[in-house]
């Protein structure tokens, strides 16, 4: 069987950290062709071609830096390349994988994955997550299924992923369905599904969106910070079903009738925004109010389309309908 050709396109984070001699802390030290050296057997079933993006922290990444990539990656497409790995730091990974889901225009697996481990510390994951994500890459039944993400031998939708551990090598999870897939060995075994992609325009990625997170008896003092920064959209993170407490309900309804667009997600972390509460705080009464549902996504998703679809010119009620149609 003829081997396939995967770009390995490497960006840093703690995949490519190793200690400072004299701090002590993990800096960038690995270049991407040193990082894959550290594999055994990695091109034993594929063509690997190693590609630099750049080696910071995943804390340095921004939307602009995540825009570069998406063109990036399609500007080394070719017929002859079957998928991508990404390696990348993860406390970002997730919001780097939401972004290219929907931003590149291709079909081909890309896989981003990182290590929760230094690559000189016990017991380091990230040799064996780039080996996973490269057997990944190669499945013909990732075909089509979007970008995703490959930690821990398992594989995950990249609108679904979390990191839900700050130190666990088994630190990121699915938040409402589980993995699409698991490496065992030299095969990759899938649950076939997909995810519906939304491909925006990344031009324009300068709206400024901030996330506000509910405490029990929060008034509304911080909205009305919010609302002097001049912010150009919020996300909220609500209680449970998407409510928020009573002394924010007003000026978040004030908000939206000044025509800045509020979405509402839920700060557990698992679950959908619904219509469940009636009351002021209630879902139910800010979604008539013009306040929109996140569904399922996180704050931090719900934050990143939020900037693609205000750089799009997307009016409120477009914002709704592209959050229906990911869900």
Known sequence: MNKKKIIIITTGGTIAMKKDEVTGALVPAL???ALIDTVPGIDDGAHIEVREFSNIPSE????????????????LDTDEVDGYVITHGTDTMEETAFFLNHTVHLNKPVCLT???RSAVAAGTDGPGNILAAVRAACCDNLYGM?????????????????????????????????PVGFVSGDKVVVRKCSQKRWIGNVQDLNARVWIVRCGAGMDDSLLAGVLAAGVDGLIVEGFGCGNVPLG????LKTMVKKGIPVILTSRTGHGYVEREYGGDGGTAALEDAG???????SSQKARILLILAIGNHLSSSQISARLGEIQ
């Open 60 to 75: 340095y990444m921004t939307l602009d830096r995540m825009g570069a990539l998406a063109a990036f990656i399609e500007s």
């Open 114 to 116: 990182g290590a929760m």
């Open 146 to 178: 979007g970008v995703l993400v490959v930690m821990n031998d398992r594989v995950y939708l990249a609108d679904d992923v979390v990191k839900s551990h700050a130190t666990a090598t088994d630190a990121f999870t699915s938040a409402s369905f589980g």
């Open 291 to 297: 306040v929109i549902s996140a569904g399922g996504l």
């Open 31 to 33: 270049s991407g062709e």
């Open 248 to 251: 924010m309900a007003s000026a």
